[in-house]
């Protein structure tokens, strides 16, 4: 799946240095800058620099509320902080996971927008609970669409599961049909359980919307199983008759199967 994407960079003669910390940005020569990371010294016209956001919790806990993971605010299913009367919601609050049922910090839009929406209700009287979160996230690269929901194989170990994956590779429409592209997928299930824990897409097309049903497998606690057997849809634009998650899903029962 990495592969793809580096691939994909490297088409667009994007350079990407991996384990190359910024240590600093200094003036070059003909008003240029100098980015200096690891052992280079990379020249620029400009920088962008993008770091990543983190929670702005520090009044919260200095008025002693109890903080999460990545110090974000800490809420029940409510949304109601450590103080009942004090409600948080979005990028700065913590959030239940789907998978592992634990404390989490995703800030994602969807679920910033719905608790926004219920802790305002439940600030003015309601009685609403935020359903958990899956992470389901999407991006485009280039040509290529990038999709995940739920828990990687290194995240599901991390949680305390014996997670195995299968990766598949099919066209991104039947056969018959022109202009197909290659849709890699990766699913993880928990050997012990047989439950799907995750997946991941990377295709041309057709990724971002099928991100979903593993969103939506995950919410049922659908087992691999369960979910080779889900009836998508299939037309010659959209996909070979074997959808591409069911073939990985297929492949995931087997594997599934074999570590039992
Ligand atoms: C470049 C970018 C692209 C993104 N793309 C995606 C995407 O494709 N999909 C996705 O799911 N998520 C995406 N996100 C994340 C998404 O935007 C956030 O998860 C979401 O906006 C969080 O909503 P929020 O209400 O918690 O915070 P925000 O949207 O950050 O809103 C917080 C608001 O509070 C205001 N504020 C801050 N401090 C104070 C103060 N002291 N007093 C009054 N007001 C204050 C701010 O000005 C801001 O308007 C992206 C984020 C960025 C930065």
Known sequence: MEQRLTKQLDAHNVGLFTGAPLQGIEMGG????????????????????????????????????????????????HLQTSDPDIFAAGDCADAFHVVTGKRAWIPLALRANRAGKIAGANAVGANLAVPPVAGTAVFRLFDLEVARSGLSVVEASAAGFDPVSAVIHAPTRAHSFPGAGKMSVELVADSGSGRLLGGQIVAEEGAAHRIDTVAAALGASMSAQDFAGLDLAYAPPFGPTWDPLLVAGTQLVKRLATSA
């Open 30 to 77: 003909d008003s240029r800058l100098d980015v200096l990371a690891g052992d280079r010294r990379l020249p620029a016209d400009l920088v962008l620099v993008a770091l990543g956001v983190e929670p702005n919790s520090e009044v919260a806990a200095g008025a002693g509320l109890d903080l999460g993971p990545d110090r974000t605010l800490a809420v029940n299913e």
